[in-house]
C-alpha cells in the first residue's frame, strides 16, 4: 500500500512539476517559446505561408480547408483565393471541403529527400512549439549535404532550408575554449527579411502549426466556461428540489 501512494505521489509530481526543457537532437537546451494561438492575424499569417512555402511537401491530413478557414476568421471566397493552390488526383483544385492534403507521392519523396516529407498535422503536439521555432531557424550552409544546408536542432535533416530567401543563409561557427565547445550561428548572406521579421514569419508558422495539432483548443474554454455554468444553475436547482422534498420531513 505504501509503494502504491508514494508510486501515486511521484506521478501526481510528475504531472504537475515543469518538466525540464525542449532538447535540439544533439542534446543542447534551446530557449522556450509559447505559441499563442488566440492571436488569429498571426494564425491567418502563419496559414498562408505555409501553403506556400510548406505545402507541395507536408501535407496537413487531418485539417479541411474550409474548418482551418472558419477557425481563423477567413471567408470561403479568401480561402479559395489564397490558400488552395494543390490539384488532386484528377487535376482539378481542391475544394474548401477538402483534406490539405497535397500531390506528392510517398515513394517520390523518398526519392527525392531520402525520407518522405512527413505530414504535419501533429508536429505541433509530437515536436511542441519549441523545437518548431528553433528548427525553422537553425539552417545553415553545409556543401557535404545534398541540399547543401544542414541544421543544428535536427542534424542531417531532409529537409532543404525553404524559407533561405527570407532569413539568407547562416554559417555554423564552432569555437573550442578550454575543452568547451559553443557553436553559434552567424548570418552570413542576409536574406529579402530582417532577421526579427524573419523570427515573426518563424513565429507565425509555429503558432499555426501548434493551432493544427489541436483545432478544439480554440473553442475548448468558451465551451468550459458554458459547463461551469450549466453546473451552478443546476446546483442550484437540485439544492430548491431538495428542499421542497424534505420540507415534510422535518
Ligand atoms: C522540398 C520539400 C519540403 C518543403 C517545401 C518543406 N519541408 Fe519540412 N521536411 C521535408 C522533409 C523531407 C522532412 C523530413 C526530414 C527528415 O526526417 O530527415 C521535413 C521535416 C520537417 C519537420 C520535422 C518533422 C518531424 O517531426 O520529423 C518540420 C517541423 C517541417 N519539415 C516543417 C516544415 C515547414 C514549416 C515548412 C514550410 C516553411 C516545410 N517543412 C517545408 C521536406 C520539406
Avoid at 55 to 80: F, I
Wanted: proline share 6%; hydrophobic share 40%; aromatic share 10%.
Amino acid at each position: 500500500m505504501k509503494k502504491f501512494i508514494s508510486g501515486m505521489l511521484l506521478a501526481l509530481s510528475a504531472a504537475v512539476l515543469p518538466v525540464s526543457g525542449v532538447l535540439a537532437s544533439t542534446g543542447v537546451e534551446l530557449p522556450p517559446v509559447k505559441a499563442n494561438i488566440h492571436d488569429k492575424q498571426s494564425l491567418q499569417r502563419g496559414a498562408k505561408y505555409f501553403v506556400n512555402y510548406c505545402m507541395g511537401c507536408h501535407s496537413l491530413g487531418s485539417s479541411r480547408y474550409n474548418r482551418v478557414a472558419q477557425d481563423l476568421g477567413l471567408s470561403p471566397e479568401q480561402v479559395k483565393d489564397n490558400f488552395i493552390f494543390t490539384r488532386d488526383d484528377d487535376g482539378e483544385l481542391q475544394k474548401p471541403g477538402d483534406l490539405m492534403t497535397n500531390a506528392m507521392r510517398k515513394k517520390y519523396g523518398e526519392a527525392v529527400f531520402g525520407v518522405a516529407p512527413p505530414d504535419l498535422s501533429l508536429s505541433g503536439r509530437l515536436r511542441g512549439e519549441t523545437w518548431i521555432y528553433h528548427y525553422l531557424k537553425s539552417f545553415y550552409a553545409d556543401r557535404t549535404r545534398p541540399f547543401g544546408v544542414n541544421n543544428t536542432v535536427f542534424p542531417n535533416a531532409g529537409m532543404p532550408h525553404v524559407l533561405w530567401e527570407l532569413q539568407g543563409l547562416q554559417r555554423l561557427e564552432v569555437k573550442e575554449e578550454h575543452g568547451h565547445k559553443t557553436e553559434t550561428l552567424v548570418l552570413d548572406q542576409p536574406g529579402k527579411l530582417s532577421p526579427a521579421k524573419y523570427d515573426e514569419v518563424v513565429m507565425d508558422l509555429t503558432n499555426f502549426l501548434v493551432y493544427v495539432g489541436e483545432p478544439s483548443k480554440l473553442s475548448r474554454p468558451t465551451i468550459g466556461i458554458f459547463v461551469l455554468i450549466f453546473l451552478v444553475i443546476f446546483t442550484a436547482v437540485a439544492y430548491l428540489l431538495k428542499k421542497e422534498y424534505w420540507k415534510d420531513v422535518h
